[in-house]
C-alpha cells in the first residue's frame, strides 16, 4: 500500500538536507508519496509545497510575532492537510517554533511522528523538551552530545550522523590558502541579508583601510540580485552564486551565527562569527539562552575556538579589526583547522541521510 509522509521544513538549510533524505527514502520505495510545506530543493523531486517556503524563512520573536495571523491560518491548513490525506508518518525538519506544534496535533490524532534535526532546545533549558517528549516517537538528531541530552528527558532519540558530511563537496579541503580573499556570508533569509549587507559595507571600508583584501559575497539563491546592488558598487566585492565554493577558496571570512558556521568549519575556513537582530528579539533570546557559546563550533568544542561578535560588538571597526588580525595569525589559523578535523570526526560516524531514511522506512513497514 502506497504511504504518504508529509515533511515542514521552514529555511534552504532545512529544503537541503529534506531533499537528500527523500532520495534516499526513493531509493528503498519509489511509491512513497511526500507532502507538506519545502523549498527548490524538495521541488526538484516532485513535491508541492502548500506554502512557498520564503514566505515562513523568518527568524525572531519579534518577526514572527508581526506575522502571528498568518501562521495561525497556515497551521490550521497543515492540520486539515494531515486528516485530509491520510498521512502515514509526520517528519517535521528542524524549525520547531511551528514544527511543535503541527506534531502535537498529529500525534494527539495518531499520526507517527519522526522528529529530524532536533530543536536546539539545549540551549534553551531542559523545560521546554517536555512539550517535545509529548509531541513525538522518535527523535533522530545530528550532534552527539544532543543523544545524552534528550535521552535523559525520556525522549526516544538516536544520533544520526550530520547530513552535510553526505556531501561530497566538503571532502578533500585545501587548507593552504596563499590569498587575500575574505567571505561574507550574510545570510539566506531575506530579513538577515537586508541586516547584514548594510554592515558588510562599512565592515570592507574599515577592512580596507588595514590590509589589500578582495572580498567575495556569498549569495543566497532564495534572495533576487537586487538586494545585492549596493554592495556590488565597491570596487573591490564580488559575488559569488556558490557559497560552498567560496568557503573553500577564501582565506578567512565573516559567518552569520547557524549552520553555516558549520559549514565553513567543514569547508577548512577560519572566521569570526556575527548577528545582528531586532532589539527585541535580542533581549528576548539573552534572557532565554543558556549557553556560554552561540557559534556550533564553539559549542562542540566547549570552548572558544573563533571569535563571537553580537549586536553592538558586531560593528565594522571591531569586525575589521578581528578580520585582520586572524588573517596575519597563521599559528591561529592552525589551531582552528585542527580543531574543525576534530569536529568532523565527531559527526562522520554515520551516513545520516540513509541512517534516518532507514529508521523512517522500518517504521512505515511496522506500522499496522
Known sequence: MKKTIFISVGDPSGDIHAAKLMKQILKSNPEINFIGIGGKEMEKLN?????????????????????????????DNCKSFLIDNKVDLFLPIDYPGFNIRLASFAKQNNIPVIYYIAPQLWAWGKSRTEKLKNSIDKLLVVFPFEEEFFKNDGINTKFVGHPLLDYTRFQNINYDRDNNLIALLPGSRLQEVRNHL????NVIDEASKLNDFKFGVAKSSNIELSEYEDILKLKNVELWEDSIELMKTARVGIVKTGTSNLEAALCGMPFIMMYKTSFLTYNIGKYLINLDFISLI???????????LIQSEANPKNLAKELNNLFNNKSRIKEIINEYELIRNKLNKYSASTEAASIILNSLQNEK
Open 198 to 201: 548594510n554592515l558588510f559595507i
Open 298 to 308: 564553539n559549542i562542540l568544542q566547549n570552548k572558544p575556538i573563533i571569535p563571537e
Open 47 to 75: 513535491f508541492k509545497s502548500i506554502v512557498p517556503m520564503e514566505q515562513i524563512s523568518v527568524v525572531g520573536f519579534w518577526e514572527v510575532a508581526k506575522r502571528y495571523s498568518f501562521f495561525k491560518k497556515l497551521l
